[in-house]
């Protein structure tokens, strides 16, 4: 069944949602500021243009700005850790990233390029198609 311009459903939004409560406390660390600020503008370029590319090239700068905090906790694992305690922090640290990585993926991304040209349409939590006069 073709779901491209189709409302997303309830999983899909639940997923999309979780995604967003799962950021919330990275942003309370900071970490998470450039992340929910990309992808704030990927869906307001996506939402004015109408062109789906600006969210999926959001997402691939949150991917790429999470994969270098995982590059830095290997780094930080190898060259910097002296004792146990902080071996356990850097794999946290890393943990913690690819995790995200994997939610931007999974969570965010997958469910809204489903329905790409709906949420390029309609938006992201629309349920009904939009008119021309309020486009």
Not at 54 to 74: E, G, N, Q, R
Request: glycine content about 6%.
């Amino acid at each position: 069944m073709e779901t491209k311009n189709q409302p997303l459903s309830n999983a899909a939004l639940a997923k999309v949602v979780a995604f967003g409560v799962l950021l919330i406390p990275a942003c309370v660390f900071v970490v998470g500021l450039f992340p929910a600020a990309a992808l704030a503008g990927g869906i307001w370029m996506t939402k004015r243009t109408r062109d789906f590319s600006h969210l999926k090239s959001a997402v691939l700068w949150v991917k790429c700005y999470f994969f270098l905090w995982m590059i830095a906790a290997v780094l930080g694992w190898v060259y910097v850790s002296t004792d146990r305690t902080e071996t356990l922090a850097f794999a946290l640290f890393g943990s913690l990233a690819a995790v995200y990585w994997w939610a931007v993926n999974v969570l965010f991304l997958r469910p809204l390029r489903s329905h790409s040209s709906w949420v390029r349409n309609n938006g992201i939590f629309a349920s009904q198609i939009k008119v021309a006069s309020e486009r």
